[in-house]
């Protein structure tokens, strides 16, 4: 076939011809790379040379102050330290030996430090700084700037530490800082220099850009052994703005120690009327402090990795199926529909029916007929299966959106999680199943798919207490903002706070143990189980007994006719609510009222909402301060 | 079915018989141009094998291995594999918009489970190799026909233009440069080339209009770094400063001062000519502009030696990626054109170019190899 092996052969010459023409325009890239670099680099020396080394213009970026964060009584929680460290530039030392040697005299340097200098000094490019000392005594600043002339050589260089205050009862609000990871041809030059440190957690992350400032520059001529001439022009750096939170670093250190009795738990409390958290506290925690100060690597792993995860803010992190608290959604989103009344009355057996299944009241014995107020009041799970099955999933759903639950606020604290409200699209797009009767019974008692952050649910009660759709916010609100009224018929709003009222407070209610002393203000609340699903038990099989049990929580707001503070609270894997949340959460309110009756006092003045009566021997006064 | 037997292949080598075929001059050259990116990266550190220097050297002799394996596996396998390589590729960089992860403003990571990879890097080879496999089967007189050079355009065009919108200017440039310098090698006719031109420079206006502002902000820096001294305009103006205070025999190794004094930034790994510019001087960039230029040339040799069509169009596209990477980089670093995030392949710092190039050069070898017939081809007795 000599036709197709001409026309093999005229391939193969067409491709070493076009490959000879590609080559060819390779070569003449390269040549014109090696032009340039000639005009560059042999031509053009003679103007850059000197760029580089003698009389260079050095421009410096002027590291901005990082703003300060304060608590709502304007302590700082977050501050900066300036120190002083001293160099040496071995390019500029005629004598390094010589030049330790008059150092000394200034500053405490041992044998073994100095041999370290010279022997770093001798590894690394000799005009590049070693650091000789850090952390200057003023004094030893003073004498050194004052020898400077005699000491080619040595430098000074100033920046900024992160100092934190409060300890472990701030970790989780406030965050850390830490070093730059890697940052881009287009970031902020800032952050291109050393000693510059980012959030990384909480409010140093949330804020950052707020914080940070920007940068500034310095134009200086150097002459050649790296000495400063003058100054030519300087753009003075705009310092990060101070934030004030809405949290008090009393009252946060009041509920840490109130909550270190317990091994897990998170608590978190809502101003009703202005969506400021006015505490946040999750245990087990850490001290940012101890972080910011350079932590080893093994100790940060042992944080990171710990089986408890004190890293972990679980106020905002934490997913917890929300369990009965949850029936606050399901009866607002029911008497909305209008498929139950308030007077209307639903038996109770101790269990209930759906197709061929049989859904379990808590109390197996039932509870007989009751009303709303009621199964609000002892949490009666066969009243919400009812009532859920007849609103349907979606209007529950809708509800529960509507209350705060299942979104991210991105209020300033980064590690913010969305929980999970299940409806039929959820399913669908999540198990491509359709959705199914028995899971609407589960989801209206807070089971099955339902995931709540305790931030959630702390929002979801300060909506149903306050009526309006507020907006959490951990920095300090300097002026009053007038939420959205709820989209729920005030009647059906006052049924709901009722039964919260009840529970608390009725002898036999789901939270009894909530309950304040008499003469202080009335709680209304409700307590929920999530329970561990069958994967999480399996998973915790091999670990302690402990682990296994189910997580409590509870939600509660108080006073209850003039409602100010809503909390949630989540103690995980423990005895029933009642038992371990519900007293947290009356302890922690009780000193959230304490230290609100003393700042009052102390500033004289009267604040919003009704002021309630003092009460009488209550026993936690002395854990807050003021 | 008969695109997929060639002469040679059809009777199996002994992997003995492989590993001399391997050409070994090649592998060697890589290995010259990695030991300069240790000892670079070593003195960038200030002395220390750490950060940087351990690391890539680790990186480089895991890829050098890949490379050799790759080479053994039979070149069929490899063309059965094209298609379906860059239908995979395709797919990943369209679901990018969708999974991908963002970091540093672009999306253009996707993670699958601990492993986090940049589909544009796998669509560099997939495409070179989905190419050659068009047009091993595509008759030598269809070459030229508008219908079978608008199918691998349309092949070319879109992950540009996917990656366009990531935005990852760097990939769908390279993306557009080696296809058309694959097509181009195929034998698709002249004229198309100058009508794409033609084209091109008319559509400027349009491409101006369509891109971010920060890539239009670079190109503006470009063209006056003094307007932005401390950010894009800092890299060139810097970068360009060290070049040329390394003069012609440079200032010794370790003794940069403008690399050392951190006024380079990303001078581990973009940036990293400027430092060998300035320790090593102008002789040391010449020696590596030759030493590129060698690899380059050694493999497009290898192209002409190999009989089988997609081994060439295979070696041809290994080669002239590592030509698109170092001419774009030195170019950069010189201030020829505006900064693109392309490294210097084998001597920059990051695992993600230096596994695309390897994996590339792996799939060239294997073409080497299994595509001719005996040591010494009739193309000439010089190659």
Redesign the interface.
């Known amino acids: 076939m000599p036709d197709r092996d001409d026309?093999?052969r005229?391939?193969?010459r067409?491709?070493?011809r076009?490959?000879l023409?590609?080559?060819s325009a390779?070569?003449a890239?390269?040549l014109?790379?090696?032009w340039?670099?000639?005009d560059?680099?042999?031509l053009?020396?003679g103007?850059?040379?000197p760029?580089?080394?003698e009389n260079r213009i050095d421009?410096q970026?002027l590291a901005p102050r990082r703003g300060r964060i304060l608590d709502d009584a304007g302590r700082p929680l977050a501050d900066n330290k300036e120190i002083f460290s001293a160099t040496v530039t071995p390019a500029s030392a005629k004598d390094l030996q010589a030049l330790l040697a008059r150092v000394r005299q200034i500053l405490p340097l041992t044998d073994g430090a100095v041999a370290e200098i010279v022997q770093r000094s001798k590894?690394?490019?000799?005009?590049?700084p070693v650091m000789i000392a850090s952390e200057l005594t003023f004094d030893e600043l003073a004498k050194l700037n004052l020898f400077a002339p005699s000491l080619p050589g040595i430098g000074t260089e100033a920046t900024w530490r992160r100092r934190y205050h409060g300890g472990e009862s701030i970790g989780h609000v406030v965050g850390f800082v830490g070093s730059v990871d890697r940052f881009?041809?287009?970031?902020d030059?800032v952050l291109?220099l050393?000693d510059t440190r980012i959030g990384k957690r909480g409010v140093e992350a949330g804020f950052e850009s707020v914080l940070r400032g920007s940068?500034g520059?310095q134009k200086i001529e150097v002459d050649a052994r790296g000495r400063m001439v003058r100054t030519l022009e300087t753009i003075e750096p705009v310092h990060g703005r101070d934030v004030m939170l809405s949290i008090d670093a009393d009252l946060q250190k009041a509920v840490l120690g109130r909550m270190q009795r317990e091994r897990t738990a998170a608590a978190v409390v809502i101003d009703v009327k202005t969506g400021e958290i006015v505490a946040l506290v999750s245990v087990p925690g850490f001290d940012p402090a101890a972080i910011a100060s350079g932590i080893s690597e093994a100790e940060w792993r042992k944080l990171a990795t710990a089986e408890d995860k004190p890293l972990l803010n679980r106020v905002v992190s934490g997913q917890y199926a929300p369990g009965s608290t949850f029936k606050i959604v399901t009866a607002l989103a029911a008497l909305d529909a209008g498929v139950v009344s308030p007077d209307e009355r639903i038996s109770c057996p101790g269990h209930y029916r759906l197709g061929n299944r049989t859904y379990p009241c808590w109390k197996s014995a039932g509870h007989g007929d009751l009303t709303i107020h009621e199964a609000l009041r002892c949490s009666c799970d066969v009243f919400f299966y009812e009532i859920a099955r007849r609103s349907g999933i979606d209007k529950i759903a809708a509800a529960a959106r509507r209350l705060g639950l299942g979104a991210i606020y991105d209020f300033g604290l980064t590690e913010e999680k969305a929980g999970i409200i299940p409806d039929r699209d959820w399913k669908r797009g999540n198990f491509n199943a359709p959705w199914l009767g028995g899971e609407t019974l589960l989801t209206g008692i807070g089971q099955g798919y339902v995931q709540t952050t305790p931030l959630q649910l702390a929002l979801m009660t300060a909506r149903v207490a306050g009526g309006r759709a507020i907006l959490p916010s951990i920095e300090k609100k300097t002026h009053s903002i007038e939420f959205a009224v709820l989209p729920f018929q005030p009647a059906h709003l006052d049924i709901v706070r009722n039964g919260m009222l009840a529970a608390v407070n009725d002898d036999g209610g789901a939270a009894e143990k909530a309950r304040l002393g008499s003469g202080r203000p009335q709680i209304a609340g409700q307590a929920g189980t999530a329970a561990l699903t069958a994967r999480e038990n399996v998973a915790q099989e091999n670990g302690r007994q402990n682990s296994r049990r189910n997580h409590a929580i509870v939600v509660a707001y108080t006073p209850f006719d003039a409602p100010r503070y809503a909390i949630a609270t989540v103690i995980e894997h423990t005895s029933t609510s009642d038992d371990t949340a519900a007293p947290l959460a009356r302890d922690i309110l009780n000193l959230v009222l304490d230290h609100d009756d003393a700042s009052r006092i102390h500033k004289n003045t009267t604040g919003e909402g009704v002021a309630p009566p003092r009460g009488t021997g209550v026993p936690h006064t002395t854990e807050t301060a003021g | 079915m008969t695109y997929f037997s060639t002469r040679n292949s059809s009777r199996p080598f002994t992997a003995t018989a492989k590993l001399v075929r391997i050409h070994w001059p090649v592998l060697l050259t890589t290995c010259v141009l990695a030991a300069i990116g240790t000892i670079t990266l070593y003195s960038v550190s200030g002395g220390s094998f750490q950060p940087w220097a351990e690391r890539h050297t680790l990186r480089f002799l895991v890829a050098l291995a890949i490379v050799v394996a790759m080479a053994l596996v039979r070149l069929e396998v490899w063309i059965k594999l094209s298609y379906p390589a860059y239908a995979v590729a395709l797919l990943m960089l369209a679901l990018v918009p969708v999974f991908g992860v963002e970091a540093l403003g672009a999306k253009r990571w996707i993670e699958i489970g601990q492993l986090s990879f940049q589909p544009s890097e796998l669509m560099k080879f997939a495409l070179v190799a989905a190419l050659a496999r068009y047009y091993l089967w595509l008759p030598t007189d269809r070459v030229g026909r508008w219908q079978y050079v608008l199918l691998p355009l349309l092949m070319v065009l879109v992950p540009v233009l996917l990656t366009l919108k990531q935005p990852d200017l760097g990939s769908a440039m390279v993306f557009l440069a080696l296809g058309l310098a694959l097509m181009f090698l195929a034998g698709v006719p002249r004229a198309y080339f100058a009508v794409a031109a033609v084209l091109a420079f008319a559509a400027l206006p349009v491409i101006w209009s369509g891109l971010h502002d920060y890539q239009r902000r670079r190109i503006e820096v470009f063209l006056d770094p003094g307007m932005d001294p401390l950010g894009a305009g800092y890299h060139i103006t810097q970068s360009k400063i060290a070049l040329g205070s390394g003069g012609i025999s440079g200032k010794g190794f370790m003794q940069g001062t403008q690399s050392q004094l951190d006024f380079v930034p990303e001078k581990h790994t973009d940036f990293i000519a400027s430092i060998i510019g300035e320790e090593w001087g102008f002789t040391g960039l010449l020696f590596l502009i030759a030493a590129y230029a060698a690899l380059i040339a050694m493999m497009t040799a290898m192209a002409w030696r190999s009989e089988n069509r997609y081994a060439q169009l295979v070696i041809a596209g290994s080669a002239t990626s590592f030509f698109i990477y170092v001419f774009v980089n030195l170019a950069m670093v010189t201030g020829l054109v505006p900064v693109v995030g392309i490294p210097l392949p084998l001597v920059s710092y990051g695992g993600t170019a230096m596994t695309t190039l390897m994996v590339g050069l792996g799939l060239a070898m294997s073409g080497y190899v299994h595509g001719r017939e005996s040591r010494r081809s009739n193309l000439g007795p010089f190659w």
Do not use: C, M, W
């Open positions: 026309a093999t005229e391939r193969e067409r491709f070493t076009r490959s023409i590609l080559g390779q070569t890239g390269f014109l790379i090696g340039r670099l000639f560059l680099q042999v053009e020396r103007h850059y040379a760029l580089a080394d421009l970026i590894k690394q490019n000799r005009s590049r881009g041809v287009d970031d030059a291109r050393p940068g520059t």
